[in-house]
Each structure stands twice: as structure tokens, then as C-alpha cells.
């Protein structure tokens, strides 16, 4: 490996930028399109990259170019310098104008209309030139948004199962998962339920592969029984609603989640003792990402938010 200090002195943030849009381009021809640019500046810039580390970063296949483990590791941390870079101009844009700012979220759809619309709806009142973008999805794609540097921050429910140890955590109150039924159900209207009697009906439920999908799977399991047939799969909480809003279909849901107006009337917790249903709602940032003067408020926010939270439990 070449020296550290003569390294300093070659390595350009253009090059940088350049492997970057190289590789998500797939070619250096279309990074090159991308840059407005020559493909030969391209293939120069890469070349001085390589010489100035002495390595090689990346390797020519017939369906284009891929980064070599020396590209992966310039890569991560090329994309750390501008992550860092981009906050700083934010920094410098909230100081000189604390009532705005922009925020990027990663969080499950449950938190998503619960304490993360709290907290943007009491935040916008009074910044009303704040914008937030709010990413849902499964947490173990949040926390590779959050490790890849597209969200600042995660709300969700904890998985055992996720590698945090790049990432701090705070934990924000605890929740149960219950079974839920509509109103409507007749299943509604019982006062004992046992989990064995509900294996055949139609259920609703997310993925395996997300954090409710797996409990779920794991609490009939518990009882000795097997997993009932999931008749509709989806993320979509909208989806699962309007299935649940027939009587018909069973699903699992945070039980914060039915404080919610809109749901308060429509949906009941069915008397179901589940195993381990207990889990804690937190708030995920990056290990050694300096958070931006939004996002600091934004949580500083959330713990105001979700103090009733708190003392309920």
C-alpha cells in the first residue's frame, strides 16, 4: 500500500466522486453520460485512483464493471466524505435558518402514523418551512438505509435478529403485539380465545422476513402449533386494513398502533396471551455520524412525544 502521506496528496474528491458514479452506473460509458464527461477522463480518473492506492478497484466482467474488495472499502468510506460534506451544508443552512431544514426518516408504516406523525406534526406548527421525508419499510432495510447513509434516523420496533453494533440505539417504550380483529368480527364479541382456534381462519400478515411476519410465526410455534396459511402477504398496512375492515381476516398488529384515531373504532385486541410479545419501539442513528441540528431536534422531539407512552407502560 502506498504512503499515507503521498496518498493525501493524490487523492482527489473528484476521482472519488467518479469510482462512486462508476459503480452505480455499471459501466464507466454511462457514468460518464451521468458526469457529462468523456468516457476517457473516466478511465484516467480511475486509473490515478488506483496508482495513488496501489490496488486495484475495480474488475471488468462482460455485463460490466464490479468493485473489487478494495473498491468496496474506498467506496464505503468515499460514501461517509459526502454524506458528511452534504450534512455540513445543511448545518450551515439550519444556522442561519433554524425554522427550516430537511430530514430524511427511516421507520416502520406502524410508527410511521404514530409517534413519527406526532412528532412532524408538532415540529411542523412550529417550523412550518421544515420538510421531512419519511421512508417505510421493513426494519432490516431500514437499518441498511441507515448504514448506507440514505436515512438519518430510524424509528422502529428492535429486531434481535439485526447486527446493530455499528449503530446507536435508544429505546424509546415498550409495546405488545396482539391479534387484532374488526369490530365487525365475531370473533370481537369473545371474551377467551384460544391462539389453536384461530390456525384456520384468514389471516393478513407481513413477511417473514419483518419483525411482526417472524413474530408471528414464532408465537403460534410456541404453542406447539403450526404457522396458519397467510392468505394475504403485504407490507401495506392500508391493504390490511380494508382486509380486516370485511370481518373476515385476523392479522397482528403494536398495539400503540390502535391509539390511532382512525383505527381506535374500527379494530379490537382479541383476549390472546401471546409469547414474547413484548418489544421495545426505538430510535436508531450511525455510530460516528455527526446527527444534523434537525435531526437532533427531531428526537429531542420524540421523547416529548412519547412520555405518555412511557408511564402508560
Known amino acids: 500500500m502506498a504512503d499515507t502521506a503521498r496518498i493525501e496528496r493524490r487523492l482527489k474528491f473528484n476521482d472519488l466522486r467518479v469510482l462512486l458514479s462508476v459503480v452505480e452506473a455499471g459501466s464507466m460509458h454511462k457514468a460518464a453520460e451521468r458526469l457529462a464527461t468523456s468516457q476517457p477522463a473516466i478511465s484516467r480518473a480511475i486509473a490515478d485512483l488506483e496508482h495513488a492506492l496501489g490496488v486495484r478497484l475495480l474488475d471488468r466482467t462482460p455485463s460490466g464493471v464490479e468493485p473489487t474488495a478494495y473498491g468496496h472499502a474506498l467506496m464505503k468510506r468515499g460514501l461517509a466524505v ?33 409517534p413519527v406523525l406526532a412528532v412532524i406534526d408538532r415540529l411542523t406548527q412550529k417550523y412550518p418551512r421544515m420538510v421531512f421525508e419519511v421512508v417505510p419499510g421493513p426494519v432490516l432495510t431500514l437499518y441498511r438505509d441507515l448504514t448506507e447513509r440514505r436515512v438519518e434516523l430510524v424509528i422502529t420496533r428492535k429486531a434481535e435478529f439485526a447486527d446493530r453494533s455499528d449503530m446507536v440505539v435508544e429505546d424509546l417504550f415498550d409495546d405488545d403485539i396482539v391479534t387484532v380483529a374488526a369490530m365487525r368480527s365475531p370473533w370481537s364479541r369473545r371474551r377467551r380465545i384460544e391462539l389453536a382456534e384461530l390456525v384456520n381462519e384468514p389471516w393478513t400478515l407481513p413477511s417473514p422476513d419483518t419483525g411482526i411476519g417472524a413474530f ?88 416529548e412525544v412519547v412520555k405518555p407512552l412511557v408511564r402508560t407502560r
Do not use: W
Open 216 to 303: 408471528a410465526i414464532a408465537a403460534f410455534r410456541a404453542r406447539g402449533l403450526a404457522p396458519p396459511r397467510t392468505t394475504v402477504i403485504t407490507y401495506s398496512v392500508h391493504m390490511r386494513d380494508k382486509l380486516l375492515a370485511t370481518g373476515r381476516f385476523l392479522t397482528m398488529l403494536s398495539t400503540y398502533t390502535l391509539m390511532l384515531p382512525a383505527r381506535h373504532s374500527s379494530l379490537k385486541a382479541l383476549p390472546i396471551k401471546l409469547h414474547n410479545a413484548r418489544g421495545t419501539i426505538a430510535i436508531t442513528t450511525l455510530k460516528n455520524r455527526t446527527l444534523s441540528p434537525i435531526a437532533e431536534l427531531f428526537i429531542k422531539t420524540t421523547r
Open 82 to 114: 459526502f454524506d458528511e460534506l452534504r450534512q455540513s451544508v445543511k448545518d450551515i443552512e439550519f444556522l442561519t435558518d433554524p425554522t427550516s431544514g430537511e430530514l430524511r426518516i427511516g421507520c416502520s408504516e406502524y410508527a410511521a402514523g404514530g
